[in-house]
């Protein structure tokens, strides 16, 4: 006989487990003004593909995608004291794209959603002033990984 638990849910994998049990390092960003060699330098010394930008109000309003901005300068297409906002992807919000708010409360089912269709997630506090930190798939294969 088969046995179906009737309260099992495919996103049950994650325990009821929410953003903050990703343990994620904090997040750092850069202003649009910020030079790309030290885009390039941070990127490196911590590690992270992707950088947030932010605005003058610290507004999110693009990303950095370094590997590509790395093979833009290596190729000779970029100077090193080039800004950031020359470089970006900007954020595409529209009333047909909304925001979609991830926090650290946010389950990780939800997140697993997003993450279909989205490179990482930024993880702000419930006003959107912070980037707290960013999550990739990467990060919910690791946390499923360890929880076993």
């Known amino acids: 006989m088969n046995s179906i638990n009737p309260f099992s849910r ?5 325990r009821g487990a929410v953003v903050e049990d990703l343990q994620l390092p904090p997040a750092f ?3 649009s003004t910020e030079a790309i060699s030290r ?3 941070l990127a490196y010394d911590r590690d992270f593909s992707q950088i947030p930008v932010l605005d003058q109000h610290r507004r999110p309003v693009g990303y950095l995608d370094v590997p590509k901005l790395k093979d833009i300068w290596e190729a000779g297409k970029a100077d090193l004291n080039d800004k ?3 470089y970006m992807t900007k954020f595409q919000r529209t009333a047909s794209k909304p925001y979609t708010l991830i926090t650290p409360l946010t ?6 959603e997003f ?3 989205h490179l990482f997630a ?3 506090d419930y006003e959107r002033k912070f980037v707290l930190a960013i999550a990739t798939q990467q990060d919910l294969k690791s946390f ?3 929880r076993g």
């Not at 495919?10 to 994650?14: I, L, V």
């Not at 389950?107 to 697993?112: G, I, Q």
């Open 29 to 31: 960003s850069l202003p």
């Open 144 to 146: 499923v990984a360890r």
């Open 84 to 86: 950031v906002a020359a």
């Open 10 to 14: 495919p996103e049950d994998k994650y």
């Open 122 to 124: 930024l993880v702000t």
């Open 39 to 41: 885009a390039i330098e």
């Open 115 to 117: 993450l279909k269709t």
């Open 107 to 112: 389950p990780l089912s939800e997140l697993e």
